[in-house]
C-alpha cells in the first residue's frame, strides 16, 4: 500500500493493481522481505491541477480488478480512486486467497452491480477491521472510497501497542463526559446495534475468570457500559 500511495502522491493512476503485479523479493541479508508494486505500462500520469482523467484514454486494466464507474459511465471522470478500488480486491485476495466478486466468469458483472460477498474474512483474527476497510474500498461510488494516505492510518494496520495506546487515549477523553452527551449517547447506540447483531452486551463475561476477580479487586466494572470496558483496558496497562 505504501507504494501506491507513492505513486497517489507523484499523481500518477496505476490503473492495472492486481495480485500478479504485487511481487515479493527473496529475502535480504536480515531475512526481511519486501513487497513491491510493478508494471507501470497501464499508468496514467494526471495533468498538473487536475485529480482525474477522461475515458478517452481508453477503459485500462485487467478483467475482473476493474472500477466499476471505467464501465459504468463513460461520462465520469476517472479519479485515482479506481486503485483503491483494485487494491481493495487485492486485500480480500491476500487475506483469503479468493476475489470478494466471485468466479472469473461472472466477476466483472457483479462489479458493476456492487455485488461482493465478504464472507470468508469472518475467521481472520482482525475481522472487524478487515472489512470496515475493505468495505470502504470497494464503494460503488468512487467519492466515497478512502485516499491511500486515509488507508495507511487504518486501524488494520496498527500494532498491539498503538491499539491499546488509542483505547487508553479514548478512555481518558470520555471519562468525564455527561452520560447524555452526543458522545456518550453514540457509544450507547452502537452497543445496542452490537446487541441487534447478535453480540452479547455484558463485555465483562467474554474475559477469563481470573481477569475478571483481579478486575473487581480494585473496583466495579458495568458489564454493559463501553465506557466501563474502555476504563477497565486502561487500568489494566497501568497496573499489569
Not at 498538473?48 to 486494466?61: C, E, K, L, W
Not at 471522470?77 to 466468469?105: E, L, N, W
Not at 470502504?136 to 478512502?146: C, E, I, S, Y
Amino acid at each position: 500500500m505504501h507504494g501506491l500511495d507513492h505513486l497517489h502522491q507523484l499523481k500518477i493512476v496505476h490503473r492495472d493493481v492486481k495480485p500478479s503485479n504485487i511481487l515479493i523479493s527473496v529475502p535480504g541479508k536480515l531475512g526481511k522481505q519486501r513487497v513491491v508494486i510493478s508494471d507501470f505500462g497501464l499508468c496514467k500520469k494526471l495533468v498538473p491541477g487536475r485529480v482525474s482523467f477522461s475515458h478517452r484514454s481508453g477503459t485500462a486494466g485487467t478483467d475482473g480488478w476493474i472500477a466499476p464507474e471505467m464501465i459504468l459511465d463513460k461520462r465520469y471522470r476517472m479519479t485515482q480512486a479506481v486503485d483503491i478500488f483494485s487494491m481493495g480486491c487485492v486485500f480480500y485476495y491476500v487475506i483469503c486467497g479468493k476475489h470478494p466478486f466471485g468466479d472469473s466468469i461472472s466477476r466483472q458483472a457483479r462489479i458493476v452491480n456492487g455485488d461482493y460477498s465478504l464472507n470468508e474474512l469472518s475467521t481472520f483474527e482482525s475481522a472487524e477491521e478487515a472489512i470496515d476497510l475493505i468495505k470502504r474500498m470497494l464503494q460503488t461510488d468512487p467519492v466515497m472510497r478512502p485516499k491511500s494516505a486515509t488507508i495507511l492510518k487504518h486501524p488494520l494496520f496498527w500494532d498491539a501497542v498503538k491499539t491499546l495506546q488509542f483505547f487508553e487515549d479514548v478512555s481518558d477523553r470520555i471519562e468525564k463526559e455527561p452520560l447524555d452527551s452526543a458522545t456518550m449517547q453514540q457509544l450507547d447506540r452502537d452497543s445496542l446495534n452490537d446487541i441487534q447483531n447478535g453480540i452479547p452486551r455484558d463485555w465483562i463475561y467474554h474475559l477469563c475468570e481470573p481477569l475478571q476477580d483481579d478486575l473487581h479487586k480494585f473496583r466495579s466494572y458495568k458489564a454493559g457500559s463501553v465506557r466501563d470496558l474502555l476504563r477497565a483496558i486502561r487500568n489494566k496497562k497501568h497496573h499489569y
